[in-house]
C-alpha cells in the first residue's frame, strides 16, 4: 500500500504542470488537495498508519507528517479528508474523523490546519466541523459547524494567528517560505478588554521576526499620565506578558509598543459565559491604519451571534463615533445607533445586539478618524 500512494503521487507531480483551479472549483477527491503552486496527498504505510505528503512545485520540495492515524480496516475508511491547500504551500487543512490530540472536545469530524511556515510544523485545532476550504493566498479558512444541531458558517484569517512557541523558543522560517501573521511593524497599539469576571487567562503575545535581539518598549498614557516598560526579544523569540503588568485599573486599556525592529503582538483571553469556555485572540492595531469610516461584516447560517466592536483613538484630541447595526437585508437597525465619544489615546468597547448575519457600521464625526476589530462568538 504504500508504494501505491507513492506511485500515486509521483503521477500526480507529472502532471502538476497542467492543474489549474480557479475560484469556486470542486475540489478533487477527498484525499487529495490540489493548487497550481502546491499538492498535497495521504501515504498508507505497511502498518496501515497514514502518512501526509506535501509538495510544492516551485521548489520541488517534498514535506512528509506523519499523522498518527491509522485507516479503518472494515470499512476501508480514511481518518482524514478534504484535503486543501494554499497556493504557496504553507497552510493544509482537512477534516478528520479522529482526534489528533487530547484537548479536542466535542464529538467527530473536527477540523484542522497545519501550518508549513515553520521548520517544525505547527498543528492547529479549529473546531468541529466539516468541508473546509482555504483561499488561494492562504489567508482565509471557510468551514461548516454544526453543534447541538444548529449549523454555522465559520471563516478564519490565518493573518491572525500568531506563532508558537516551540521549547520556549521560535525555528526561524526555511528559506523562501511565506512570512507568519500579520506585517511586523515598528509602531503597534493593542487593546485590552476591561476586567470582567467571564475573562481569564490574559496575555499579550509578543513576537519578533527578525535575526537580531530587539527591545520593546509598551507605554501606557492617559491624559497627563505616562507610563512605560520594557521587554527584550530574543531572535525569533516571543513573549507571552501578563497584561496585569499593564493595566492601571480594570477599564479597557489600549497600549502602545514601539520598537526599533519591526515586530506583532496579539492580545490573547479565554472566556467563560453560561459555564462554556471559549478563546480568542485581538491582533494589534496600526496606528498609522485609521480611517473615518469603518465597515465590519459578518455571516451564519441559523446562529445568531454575540459581537465585541472595540475602537481605538490613537489621535491626541477626543474622537465621536456614530456605530450602526446593518441587517442582511441592508437595512440599518435604528435602534442600535450609537454615539461614542473616545477619549485621546484609549479605548472603546462595545457589545452589540445579536444579528445572524449583516455589518457593523462605524463613522467618525467632525473629521475624526479611528481604528478598530470586531470580536465574533456564535451563540452557544
Known sequence: MRYIGCLFLFLLLQLSPGIHRAAGDEPGPSGIGINPGAITSLRVENDLSVTLLLYRVSTHQLIEWPTKLTVEVSPGRLPITGLQVDDDGRYVVFEAGKRLGSYEKGSPPFVYALDFGLETPVRRFLGQGSAPQISADGTRIVFDRTVNGLASTVSLDT??????????????????????????????????????????????????????????????????????????????????????????????????????????????????????????????????????????????????????????????????????????????????????????????????????????????????????????????
Not at 230 to 242: I, Q, R, W, Y
Not at 276 to 304: C, M, N, Q, Y
Open 159 to 380: 493573518r491572525d494567528w500568531q506563532p508558537e512557541v516551540l521549547d520556549g523558543r521560535l525555528a526561524p522560517a526555511p528559506a523562501g517560505s511565506p512570512s507568519s501573521g500579520r506585517p511586523a511593524r515598528r509602531n503597534l497599539v493593542v487593546p485590552l478588554l476591561p476586567v470582567e469576571d467571564s475573562l481569564s487567562c490574559e496575555r499579550l503575545i509578543l513576537f519578533n521576526p527578525n535575526s537580531d535581539e530587539t527591545v520593546v518598549t509598551a507605554r501606557l498614557q492617559r491624559g497627563f499620565l505616562s507610563w512605560r516598560k520594557s521587554f527584550t526579544l530574543s531572535a525569533h523569540g516571543s513573549l507571552a506578558v501578563d497584561p496585569s503588568q499593564l493595566r492601571r485599573g480594570s477599564e479597557a486599556t489600549l497600549i502602545g509598543l514601539s520598537a526599533p525592529l519591526p515586530i506583532s503582538a496579539e492580545y490573547r483571553v479565554e472566556e467563560t459565559r453560561s459555564g462554556r469556555s471559549e478563546a480568542f485572540g485581538v491582533p494589534a492595531l496600526d496606528p498609522e491604519t485609521v480611517a473615518s469610516h469603518l465597515v465590519f461584516s459578518f455571516w451564519a447560517a441559523k446562529i445568531a451571534l454575540r459581537s465585541t466592536l472595540v475602537l481605538a483613538n490613537t489621535n491626541e484630541k477626543p474622537t465621536r463615533v456614530r456605530v450602526a447595526q446593518v441587517d442582511g437585508f441592508g437595512s440599518e437597525q435604528t435602534a442600535s445607533v450609537r454615539i461614542l465619544t473616545i477619549r485621546p489615546r484609549d479605548l472603546s468597547v462595545l457589545d452589540l445586539s445579536p444579528l445572524p448575519a449583516g455589518q457593523i457600521r462605524v463613522e467618525a464625526l467632525d473629521r475624526g478618524q479611528v481604528a478598530g476589530t470586531l470580536i465574533v462568538r456564535d451563540g452557544s
